[in-house]
Nanobody, 114 residues
Framework: QVQLVESGGGLVQDGGSLRLSCVAS????????MGWYRQAPGKQRELVAT???????NYSDSVKGRFTISRDTAKNTVYLQMNSLKPEDTAVYYC????????WGQGTQVTVSS
């Protein structure tokens, strides 16, 4: 019903920046929330940031002050601006969209070298 296409992942150096994008398509009628989660090798998937239809944002403590989530409602797109990246941010980042149920993207790799 909903398809998510992520882009923007890549390799950056410690302290660098990267911007992730996720475009939702398909049967879009009322998105309740959009966001980003990440999963590092050997670790559980964790919340990075979310933004609701009311434009309320929520960030993991580990990324507060460094990452910014935003959305373009007209384009059904959510972004994650990542600044001051650290090696600990290395993970596969997954786009998340919730209407009645949740949908997940395929993930985009973010690697931060020291």
């Amino acid at each position: 019903q909903v398809q998510l296409v992520e882009s923007g992942g890549g390799l950056v150096q410690d302290g660098g920046s990267l911007r992730l994008s996720c475009v939702a398509s398909g049967t879009i009628f009322a998105i309740a929330a959009m966001g980003w989660y990440r999963q590092a090798p050997g670790k559980q998937r964790e919340l990075v940031a979310t933004v609701t239809s009311a434009r309320t944002t929520n960030y993991s403590d580990s990324v507060k002050g460094r990452f910014t989530i935003s959305r373009d409602t007209a384009k059904n797109t959510v972004y994650l601006q990542m600044n001051s990246l650290k090696p600990e941010d290395t993970a596969v980042y997954y786009c998340y969209v919730k209407q009645i149920v949740a949908y997940w993207g395929q993930g985009t790799q973010v690697t931060v070298s020291s």
